[in-house]
């Protein structure tokens, strides 16, 4: 309820109450409805440009939060480096490594696999940044899964390249006498001429002759499981089981310098040239057999011989002579 205000009149000599005029009255609800709007396009404005009124504090939230964009997007570009590098890798792995150890590659879908089953992104969903989080912790994370399959690649080959290397150390590779100027290559593997019938015959190793005496080495890593003279023709002889379906035979011997049951390296003196058994003259005759068959050992002498060497073992192998046997 307003208050009735009363004035002197002096006229009158007595108070009379004061009347308020209807117009003056129009014309403050007109400037309250015009305050309300004025005052409401202000806080729009204001609404619309939030900036020019915030806090420090949130200002520097701000900053945090574009320059953490920033680092996102640097360390989103490092990944792709890393990227660019682990599939490199990769198709080495897959390309020489695995290929030359005779192993199967690695399927693209096995080392790029993602994580399947339960959303293991849940954490950090729901925020303004969701996404760019989200989308690099799963890069990192399949990154991190294609290390572990490298890895466990690398390792594979490291157990094969062992394999592979008691292979290489047990395959016969070398001479079996000291043959420096190749003067020693007797007689072939082939069709010759049998030094006692004179007829041609199937010469099944290969002759080295070398004076009484001259030491016989083992061509590869293996264990003596013959040395005796109780094969037709072979006289005091040694067979050496190299594993892996070789074995290598060193005839006619003069004397023995290993015992049946023992393990030899490739170059050990296993006994010394002679010509017991079916030979004509002092000579080693030498025979490598693979899967129990009779193979050329002329193939097996890469070990220790220059291309122009080989060139030479195989000019004086391939002549048809008459073997020593
Ligand atoms: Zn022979």
Do not use: C
């Not at 190749?182 to 190793?205: C, E, M, Q």
């Not at 016989?216 to 023709?233: C, H, I, L, M």
């Amino acid at each position: 309820m307003s208050k009735v205000k009363y004035y002197y009149d002096s006229e009158t000599l007595s108070y009379k109450k004061i009347e308020q005029k209807k117009g003056r009255r129009l014309g403050i609800i007109l400037l309250g409805i015009t305050g309300s709007f004025l005052g409401g396009f202000i806080l729009l404005m204001v609404y619309l440009n939030i900036p020019e009124i915030e806090t420090p504090k949130e200002k520097a939230l701000k900053r945090e939060l574009k320059n953490m964009e920033l680092q996102y997007g640097l360390l989103n570009k490092k990944m792709d480096q890393i990227q660019d590098v682990m599939a490199n890798i990769e198709d080495r792995d897959n390309s020489i490594y695995r290929l030359y150890f005779e192993a199967n590659p690695i399927p693209d879908e096995q080392r790029m696999a993602g994580f399947g089953g339960i959303n293991r992104y849940k954490d950090l969903e729901g925020f303004d940044n969701s996404k760019l989080i989200i989308e690099t912790t799963k890069r990192m994370d399949i990154l991190t899964k294609r290390l572990v399959v490298q890895s466990k690649s690398l390792d594979e080959i490291a157990e094969l390249a062992k394999e592979k290397g008691n292979l290489l150390s047990a395959i016969p590779a070398i001479q079996p006498v000291n043959n420096e100027d190749l003067s020693r290559i007797a007689s072939g593997y082939g069709w010759r001429n049998d030094p006692f019938t004179k007829v041609k015959k199937f010469h099944y190793g290969m002759d080295f002759t070398a004076p009484r005496g001259t030491p016989v080495y083992a061509t590869g890593d293996g264990r003596v499981v013959r040395a005796d003279s109780r094969s037709t023709g072979y006289g005091n002889h040694i067979r050496i089981d190299h594993g892996y379906g070789y074995t290598s035979l060193y005839a006619h011997l003069y004397k023995y310098n290993v015992r049946r049951g023992q393990r030899v390296k490739r170059g050990d003196v296993i006994g010394f040239v002679g010509s017991t058994g079916r030979s004509e003259a002092p000579h080693l005759h030498y025979e490598i057999f693979k899967d129990d068959k009779r193979i050329n050992p002329i193939n097996f002498y890469y070990g220790n011989l220059s291309p122009e060497e080989f060139g030479k073992v195989l000019e004086r192998a391939q002549r048809e002579n008459q073997s020593l046997d």
